[in-house]
């Protein structure tokens, strides 16, 4: 049985594409990875259900159109609607482990410490905003002190996975700009 704490979300499925069972999902990872899964996951009923990918094509920069193994009636595919799209966190980041930040969502990186290029220990961070035209990370300091850090992959200089750490070169006094 699969259970949440083994899944990563990676988008959610729009609505039915045409009457053949096709679908259109927005995705929050590259279609590369995407293709190299070896099936996506979806709670239908409380249930985490995988399911394998028949055919795949891009419709947009961050959408695709899809059809899924044993779904072949808009009927069918109409249970998938605005449902989120999950992939098995292991064989995620088996994909994802040679990739920047791009291969990632960036609400992956919630939780994570992060650090100055210097070893200096900024916060955790908490949130993501990108209600913005650039993903902003929202890093907690403590004692309810937030400072907001872009999400940039030219800040980044690493990330580790196992301990959970993103170490940032961020240019001097941007932490001082949001006091």
Do not use: W
Not at 23 to 33: F, H, R
Not at 169 to 175: C, V
Request: charged share 25%; hydrophobic share 45%.
């Amino acid at each position: 049985m699969i259970t949440r704490d083994e899944l990563i979300a990676i988008g959610h499925y729009n609505k039915p594409h045409g009457v053949a069972g096709e679908i259109s999902a927005t995705l929050d990872v590259d279609v590369d990875v995407l293709r190299a899964l070896s099936c996506l996951v979806s709670e239908i009923d409380g249930i985490f259900v995988p399911f394998f990918v028949n055919a795949l094509r891009p419709k947009t920069a961050d959408s695709v159109l899809m059809t899924i193994d044993g779904i072949t009636s808009e009927l069918e595919v109409a249970r998938l609607v605005n449902n989120d799209i999950y992939a098995l966190k292991r064989e995620f980041l088996q994909e994802s482990e040679d990739a920047d930040a791009d291969g990632y969502p960036l609400d992956y990186f919630i939780g994570f410490d992060l650090q100055d290029a210097d070893g200096t220990l900024i916060g955790k961070i908490v949130d993501v905003n990108e209600q913005t035209e650039n993903a902003i990370f929202i890093v907690n300091r403590g004692s309810n002190d937030e400072v907001m850090v872009p999400a940039s992959d030219d800040l980044i200089v690493e990330f580790d996975l196992d301990k959970k750490v993103m170490v940032m070169d961020l240019p001097q006094g941007l932490l001082d700009l949001n006091e």
